[in-house]
């Protein structure tokens, strides 16, 4: 699985970006995808996940109601809107992949490269 993560850019607090992952290869019904984030000098971080096939979702506690994770399958495509952004949400987000239908394990097996997004205040 090859995934390819684009759509981030700078942006004014209170703004909002959309942020895609390409994924090739193959992506099975038992697969879930999900969005970390590394802020500056921090750990990486969990944002959000969703399983491929059921569309069920996860959103880490910080972002509940501003983040909102989906997927379109037939494109093979995963989304991350992020709304009323902070200048603390600036950070590398990365894409990733596992065959696991557990949506609060955090082990993934494959990553994208990251796309930055910076906030100002």
């Known amino acids: 699985v090859q995934l390819q993560a684009s759509g981030g850019g700078f942006v004014q607090a209170g703004g909002s970006l959309r942020l895609s992952c390409a994924a090739s290869?193959?992506?099975?019904?038992?697969?879930?995808m999900a969005w970390f984030r590394q802020g500056p000098g921090k750990e990486r971080d969990f944002v959000a996940a969703?399983?491929?096939?059921?569309?069920?979702?996860y959103h880490t506690d910080s972002v509940k109601g501003r983040f909102t994770i989906t997927r379109t399958t037939a494109e093979n495509m995963v989304y991350l809107q992020l709304t009323s952004l902070k200048p603390e949400d600036t950070a590398i987000y990365y894409c990733?992949?596992?065959?696991?239908?557990?949506?609060?394990?955090?082990?993934?097996?494959?990553w994208g490269q990251g796309t930055l997004v910076t906030v100002s205040s």
């Open positions: 290869g193959l992506i099975t019904s038992k697969y879930t």
């Open positions: 969703i399983n491929w096939l059921s569309g069920a979702t």
């Open positions: 990733a992949a596992k065959n696991d239908l557990r949506l609060t394990s955090l082990a993934y097996d494959y």
